[in-house]
């Protein structure tokens, strides 16, 4: 650059970004604490990009704006922020570096892992070196490029699933469909294959009504995961919060085939749910890569202490201020782009409380402002309700829905957990959770509780059954990462086994506890490919595959980071298991699962809307709910006035005679699943009211009620 920088015409500074006009595009950026910001265009000169810079010398209190005539959709920008240099005080401006627009919505290029991407001087790719020393090598070239685009509000028709109706299915926008053979193989893991007629088959097959995608924000590897061969695949690093992750992309316009996507599964009846991550950036700590809020105003996009030191509540070496005014008009600004271009219907918030610094979500700067926001507040909200400092389970104002944990963990303890430890604790905290949580959720309803047994993170269903110990090594960590509590057994052996036995029980643990998910009160949750069985060879922690994108052998969890679509007897037998439980949650409890059952006799039925019974068929006594070492309970729950469903649930390794409830509350019992047996030639059973039934070990059995009661005597 030589001679005087050119200045730019005033521009509109009410809207951040790049905003194409008639004429030319408008820019606006946020800082606070810059002495001055220049504008840099990229343009492709002999095969060089070439860089031309104009001063923003135009300022609204923290905000720098200007207009260019002539810039176009597609045009490469960066900018460049001059202020002082106080590490100290965890002010690190440096003007050396190129930085990308945290409003941008598309990016050209990836970062080069070297030294010249962090503002202090490093001696390697990972960031060593002098924190204290500004380094004046320039970073373009080795970052990527912000990209002007013209993507507006557009109409979207919504299926508006009601919660109660909800099923949510989580999954990876690669691993999804990257095995799919149905599609064309280009498409294979991309946005484009979201949409294609054979995945959304497959998600209808099991009634799910909403797809939660994990983040699909552009973001990059971390330095010292990068360093060892491996790359971030799950996403939680992002780099914008407001632009699709490029990788993703089949074609050149990764929003246009994104909105493609959501408009086919909209069609279907389909809902999207994004897992956000706006909690921290791919930018670290102090000494993390300089790249985009940290040259812009570091000090005031991330929360410091004193003495200038990141506050890390989050475990990845920053903490986003989103309590800020600044940033919580980012975060809403983000979300509405989300929503109203893309088409989104709904979020899940990564570590959510790491999003306010308030003793309380019902305090919340963000909470409030998406609370009062007029379009933001009619969506799905959806809370991971703690971040490594504290954990916050039932906190959340209403609209919010929240990950709930304890229901996992009630769920696994009684199936598996007690199990592999050898004693138990009795059944109160199951009952609980299948009754939907009300313990926690007490005044807010059961579609509060976002119910799971198995998530992105942590044991596969199949894994869980088949382990007891984590098995992280293809992540390079040692085997230190990932959660050493699993409330996992193995019966009785580490990894597969040809034992017929054990593979026996270990399906049957499958489907129980997928019945149990998929037909407790609550808004179930699947985690991609436990409907078909997924492994990932005992790693509770699948986050990182390696550079190569090697998609099968060890390294890559032996191809578990994937869904499986040629499936083995077994895994066809466990996808037509959670396709019956789907129907039967759609049949008779989606339209009782909006609110708590109460336990009161109602007077049309002259019975309870939900009751528990023990082995002799007989409602659960104080002692029953005391016995710790009770491994067996039955439940009724009322989805009409002429039926209900019955649930016996066998958790102990013997098979064990129940009795089925008195005529007084129905008059023929049919089970219609038993998760001993094979779906595909399974016959519904018959018995009269009070029978005896033999329920084999670690087995769920589910039973239609027929029949109402009237003035003390069961009718058709």
């Not at 490029?145 to 979207?156: L, Q």
């Not at 590897?221 to 996403?235: A, D, F, L, Q």
């Not at 102090?286 to 200038?308: C, E, F, N």
């Not at 009620?705 to 009237?710: A, I, L």
């Amino acid at each position: 650059i030589h001679g005087k920088i050119p200045t730019m015409l005033p521009a509109d500074p009410r809207t951040l970004g790049a905003t194409v006009t008639d004429g030319g595009t408008n820019f606006a950026i946020w800082s606070n604490a810059a002495d001055a910001v220049e504008l840099c265009l990229f343009n492709e000169v002999n095969g060089k990009f070439v860089e031309t810079r104009y001063a923003m010398s135009h300022r609204n209190g923290p905000i720098w704006h200007g207009y260019l005539a002539g810039v176009r959709p597609g045009q490469r920008y960066g900018y460049r922020v001059y202020g002082p240099w106080i590490p100290e005080y965890g002010m690190r401006f440096n003007e050396a570096k190129l930085l990308l627009d945290p409003y941008a919505h598309v990016i050209d290029g990836d970062v080069v892992y070297s030294p010249e991407i962090y503002s202090h001087f490093s001696v390697d790719a990972s960031g060593n070196g002098d924190l204290t020393e500004k380094d004046l090598r320039d970073s373009a070239g080795k970052v990527p490029y912000s990209v002007v685009t013209d993507h507006g509000i557009r109409p979207i028709n919504r299926p508006l699933v009601p919660w109660a109706k909800t099923i949510v299915y989580e999954a990876h926008v690669k691993g999804l469909t990257a095995f799919n053979q149905e599609i064309p193989e280009h498409e294979r893991g991309s946005y484009k294959a979201l949409g294609h007629p054979s995945t959304i088959a497959h998600l209808k097959s099991i009634g799910v009504t909403a797809l939660e995608l994990l983040p699909i924000a552009q973001f990059i590897t971390e330095p010292v995961i990068h360093s060892r061969g491996r790359k971030n695949h799950w996403g939680y690093n992002s780099l914008l919060f407001t632009a699709p992750h490029k990788e993703y992309a089949s074609t050149a316009d990764p929003i246009a085939e994104l909105q493609w996507s959501v408009d086919q599964l909209h069609a279907a009846g389909i809902e999207v749910i994004l897992d956000v991550v706006y909690n921290h950036t791919a930018e670290g700590g102090v000494a993390g890569p300089t790249l985009s809020y940290k040259g812009i105003d570091g000090h005031a996009y991330y929360r410091q202490d004193s003495s200038g030191k990141y506050v890390d509540v989050t475990g990845c070496g920053n903490t986003f201020a989103a309590s800020k005014p600044h940033s919580v008009r980012q975060i809403i600004d983000s979300l509405r782009w989300w929503i109203e271009v893309i088409g989104v219907d709904g979020f899940r918030f990564d570590l959510t409380t790491a999003l306010y610094t308030s003793d309380s979500a019902f305090n919340s700067s963000l909470m409030a402002a998406i609370g009062a926001d007029s379009v933001l507040r009619n969506f799905k909200m959806i809370a991971e309700p703690w971040d490594v400092t504290r954990y916050s389970l039932g906190d959340f104002p209403h609209p919010w829905r929240e990950w709930n944990d304890a229901y996992r963990d009630s769920v696994r303890q009684f199936w598996l957990g007690d199990l592999a430890r050898g004693y138990g604790e009795g059944v109160s905290d199951i009952a609980a959770s299948i009754s939907g949580s009300s313990n926690i959720f007490h005044y807010r309803g059961p579609t509060s509780s976002i119910n799971f047994v198995a998530a992105h993170d942590g044991f596969t269903v199949h894994d869980m059954v088949t382990y007891n110990e984590k098995h992280n090594l293809p992540n390079l960590e040692n085997n230190m990462d990932g959660n050493d509590s699993n409330r996992s057994w193995n019966v009785g052996h580490e990894g597969e086994s040809d034992d017929q036995g054990i593979q026996e029980i270990r399906l049957r643990l499958k489907k129980s506890l997928l019945a149990t998910l998929m037909l407790s009160s609550g808004v179930p949750m699947l985690n991609m490919g436990d409907e078909v069985s997924r492994t990932q060879n005992g790693s509770n922690n699948a986050y990182s595959l390696p550079l190569d994108d090697t998609q099968h052998g060890e390294a890559s969890f032996n191809g578990g980071w994937a869904l499986p679509w040629n499936l083995t007897p077994e895994q066809q037998d466990i996808l037509n298991t959670v396709k019956s439980l789907a129907e039967i949650r759609d049949s008779y409890l989606a339209d009782v699962a909006s609110e708590f059952f109460t336990g009161a006799v109602d007077k049309g039925t002259n019975r309870k809307d939900i009751a528990w019974f023990s082995l002799g068929g007989n409602e659960m006594s104080d002692d029953h709910w005391r016995d710790e070492e009770k491994r067996s309970i039955t439940v009724f729950i009322e989805a009409d006035t002429n039926k209900a469903l019955l649930l016996m649930l066998n958790s102990s390794t013997e098979e064990t005679t129940f009795t089925l409830p008195d005529a007084s509350w129905g008059e023929t019992f049919r089970c219609i699943f038993d998760a001993s047996q094979k779906m595909e030639t399974y016959e519904p059973v018959i018995a009269a009211p009070s029978a005896k039934v033999a329920v084999p070990a670690h087995s769920v059995l589910v039973w239609l009620v027929s029949g109402r009661v009237s003035q003390g005597r069961t009718t058709n």
